[in-house]
Protein backbone atom coordinates (compact mmCIF):
# COMPACT_ATOMS: atom_id res chain seq x y z
CA UNK A 1 0.00 0.00 0.00
CA UNK A 2 1.54 3.52 -1.05
CA UNK A 3 0.53 4.92 2.32
CA UNK A 4 2.16 8.70 1.43
CA UNK A 5 -1.09 9.06 -1.04
CA UNK A 6 -3.91 10.39 0.33
CA UNK A 7 -6.91 8.02 0.55
CA UNK A 8 -9.05 8.71 -2.43
CA UNK A 9 -12.84 8.82 -0.80
CA UNK A 10 -15.49 8.47 -3.98
CA UNK A 11 -18.87 10.56 -4.04
CA UNK A 12 -22.12 9.17 -2.93
CA UNK A 13 -23.42 5.94 -5.37
CA UNK A 14 -26.82 7.10 -5.99
CA UNK A 15 -27.63 3.76 -6.96
CA UNK A 16 -26.61 2.32 -3.24
CA UNK A 17 -29.97 3.60 -1.77
CA UNK A 18 -32.01 1.64 -4.79
CA UNK A 19 -29.81 -1.58 -4.43
CA UNK A 20 -30.57 -1.49 -0.64
CA UNK A 21 -34.47 -0.79 -0.73
CA UNK A 22 -34.21 -4.17 -2.83
CA UNK A 23 -34.66 -2.35 -6.50
CA UNK A 24 -33.70 -4.73 -9.44
CA UNK A 25 -29.95 -4.73 -10.46
CA UNK A 26 -30.34 -4.59 -14.15
CA UNK A 27 -32.69 -2.21 -13.77
CA UNK A 28 -30.83 -0.06 -11.20
CA UNK A 29 -27.06 -0.57 -13.61
CA UNK A 30 -29.12 0.46 -16.59
CA UNK A 31 -30.19 3.28 -14.63
CA UNK A 32 -26.89 3.86 -13.29
CA UNK A 33 -24.44 2.71 -15.78
CA UNK A 34 -21.49 4.35 -14.02
CA UNK A 35 -21.98 2.43 -10.39
CA UNK A 36 -19.41 0.05 -9.44
CA UNK A 37 -22.21 -0.90 -7.08
CA UNK A 38 -24.29 -1.64 -9.73
CA UNK A 39 -22.38 -4.24 -11.59
CA UNK A 40 -20.40 -5.91 -8.38
CA UNK A 41 -23.95 -6.62 -7.38
CA UNK A 42 -24.89 -8.20 -10.93
CA UNK A 43 -21.53 -10.28 -10.58
CA UNK A 44 -22.16 -11.85 -7.52
CA UNK A 45 -25.42 -12.57 -8.61
CA UNK A 46 -24.30 -14.36 -11.56
CA UNK A 47 -21.48 -16.19 -9.45
CA UNK A 48 -23.88 -17.15 -7.52
CA UNK A 49 -25.91 -19.15 -9.96
CA UNK A 50 -22.65 -20.54 -11.31
CA UNK A 51 -22.29 -18.37 -14.31
CA UNK A 52 -18.62 -17.60 -14.02
CA UNK A 53 -18.52 -15.71 -17.47
CA UNK A 54 -21.45 -13.79 -17.23
CA UNK A 55 -19.87 -12.88 -13.57
CA UNK A 56 -16.65 -11.75 -15.40
CA UNK A 57 -17.98 -9.48 -17.81
CA UNK A 58 -20.14 -8.14 -15.04
CA UNK A 59 -17.09 -7.59 -12.36
CA UNK A 60 -15.03 -6.32 -15.04
CA UNK A 61 -17.73 -3.44 -16.31
CA UNK A 62 -18.02 -2.46 -12.58
CA UNK A 63 -13.84 -2.58 -12.81
CA UNK A 64 -13.54 0.13 -15.53
CA UNK A 65 -16.26 2.10 -14.09
CA UNK A 66 -14.52 2.32 -10.79
CA UNK A 67 -11.11 2.80 -12.17
CA UNK A 68 -13.43 6.22 -13.81
CA UNK A 69 -14.81 7.47 -10.95
CA UNK A 70 -11.09 6.81 -9.11
CA UNK A 71 -9.30 9.01 -11.56
CA UNK A 72 -11.88 11.75 -11.45
CA UNK A 73 -11.34 11.57 -7.61
CA UNK A 74 -7.88 12.32 -8.28
CA UNK A 75 -6.74 8.65 -7.61
CA UNK A 76 -3.47 7.97 -9.80
CA UNK A 77 -3.35 4.32 -9.82
CA UNK A 78 -1.73 3.55 -6.16
CA UNK A 79 -2.97 4.58 -2.87
CA UNK A 80 -5.39 3.81 -0.32
CA UNK A 81 -9.23 3.38 -1.50
CA UNK A 82 -10.58 2.56 2.03
CA UNK A 83 -13.20 -0.48 2.51
CA UNK A 84 -14.89 1.99 5.87
CA UNK A 85 -15.67 4.69 3.40
CA UNK A 86 -18.86 2.79 1.88
CA UNK A 87 -19.22 4.89 -1.55
CA UNK A 88 -15.42 3.10 -2.13
CA UNK A 89 -16.79 -0.63 -1.46
CA UNK A 90 -18.69 -0.68 -4.97
CA UNK A 91 -15.59 -0.42 -6.64
CA UNK A 92 -13.80 -3.22 -4.06
CA UNK A 93 -16.27 -5.52 -4.46
CA UNK A 94 -16.06 -5.50 -8.27
CA UNK A 95 -12.54 -5.79 -7.72
CA UNK A 96 -12.95 -8.72 -5.86
CA UNK A 97 -15.65 -10.34 -8.12
CA UNK A 98 -13.48 -10.02 -10.64
CA UNK A 99 -10.98 -11.91 -9.19
CA UNK A 100 -13.93 -14.58 -8.11
CA UNK A 101 -14.92 -14.94 -12.13
CA UNK A 102 -11.21 -15.46 -13.39
CA UNK A 103 -10.56 -17.71 -10.69
CA UNK A 104 -13.35 -19.91 -12.19
CA UNK A 105 -12.29 -19.54 -15.56
CA UNK A 106 -8.76 -20.48 -15.03
CA UNK A 107 -7.31 -16.77 -15.37
CA UNK A 108 -4.66 -17.59 -12.52
CA UNK A 109 -2.68 -14.03 -13.77
CA UNK A 110 -6.01 -12.10 -13.30
CA UNK A 111 -6.91 -13.25 -9.99
CA UNK A 112 -3.13 -12.48 -8.94
CA UNK A 113 -3.24 -8.96 -9.96
CA UNK A 114 -7.01 -8.43 -8.88
CA UNK A 115 -5.70 -9.84 -5.44
CA UNK A 116 -2.74 -7.12 -5.43
CA UNK A 117 -4.91 -4.48 -6.21
CA UNK A 118 -7.28 -5.13 -3.41
CA UNK A 119 -4.26 -5.35 -1.22
CA UNK A 120 -2.69 -1.80 -1.90
CA UNK A 121 -6.00 -0.31 -2.02
CA UNK A 122 -7.31 -1.88 1.11
CA UNK A 123 -6.26 -4.99 3.01
CA UNK A 124 -9.33 -4.84 4.96
CA UNK A 125 -11.31 -5.43 1.81
CA UNK A 126 -10.46 -8.59 1.32
CA UNK A 127 -11.17 -9.47 4.42
CA UNK A 128 -14.77 -7.79 4.79
CA UNK A 129 -15.34 -9.41 1.54
CA UNK A 130 -14.17 -12.87 2.24
CA UNK A 131 -16.50 -13.04 5.30
CA UNK A 132 -19.29 -11.87 2.93
Known amino acids: MDLLSPPTMLPVDPAAAELAAGADPVQVATAHPASS ?43 PVPWSHEPNQGFLRA ?29 AAVTALARA
Open 37 to 79: LAWAVLAEEALGRGFAVEGYAYARTGYHRGLDALRKSGWRGTG
Open 95 to 123: VYALSTAAGAISETDEVERCLALLDDCDP
